[in-house]
């Protein structure tokens, strides 16, 4: 397993190069519900950045030498929590990178405050089809692991809903390529820095 993409390159686009100067040191941080698209996306907004990615999920899996179904197996899911917590942490020392988190990582406040001391978070929103059309086809997520995973899913949507909409910035997410949503993505912090961060906009 491998949580990390190349280090820094180019980026793609002359948008992309004026939104990497506005973020300085700062990491993007890709948050929302299981099966939005946080590491599909949040990869294509790195390569398209040129900036490295970091997947939480893995890290954390590389740390516990485990898969986090094991881990939630082996000691549930407060351990897991406690982990996620201390591993993005670590993780957003090494800015500037995109980094995604797990579905349950922005809920945590105060992992909220580290992402907002040193990133701009990200939130991918999508509507429920689009959300269990995407896990169901994996069984991976102990949380899903459930008689009806679609009323769990819709049970996270009412309480982390209001949590997420918190992000800095929220994308739409939308049936289209994982470039073209990174292109979306790209465009909303743009959009994002010229109202927040005017002194570092070229
Ligand atoms: C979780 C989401 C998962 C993973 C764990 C718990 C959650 O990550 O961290 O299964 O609480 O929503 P993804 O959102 O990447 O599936």
Not at 181 to 193: D, G, N, P, Q, T
């Amino acid at each position: 397993m491998h949580a990390d993409s190349p280090p820094a390159s180019e980026p793609r686009s002359p948008l992309a190069a004026q939104v990497r100067e506005a973020l300085g040191r700062r990491n993007i941080v890709m948050v929302g519900l299981m099966g939005c698209g946080k590491t599909s996306v949040g990869r294509r907004t790195a390569l398209q950045l040129g900036l490295p990615f970091v997947d939480a999920d893995e890290a954390i899996e590389q740390a516990a030498g485990r898969t986090i179904k094991e881990i939630f197996d082996e000691h549930g899911e407060a351990y897991f929590r406690d982990g996620e917590r201390r591993v993005i942490a670590r993780l957003l020392r090494s800015a500037p990178q995109v980094l995604a988190t797990g579905g349950g990582a922005y809920i945590n406040a105060e992992t909220r405050a580290a992402i907002a001391d040193c990133g701009v978070a990200v939130w991918l929103k999508a509507e429920l089809p689009m959300l269990m059309r995407r896990v169901l086809k994996r069984s991976n997520r102990p949380l899903l692991q459930a008689a009806d995973p679609e009323a769990v899913m819709r049970g996270f949507m009412t309480a982390r809903y209001p949590i997420y909409e918190k992000a800095h910035v929220t994308v739409e997410s939308q049936d289209i390529t994982h470039d073209a949503m990174a292109a979306k993505v790209i465009e909303s912090l743009h959009e994002y820095f010229s109202h927040n961060a005017p002194d570092a906009q070229s």
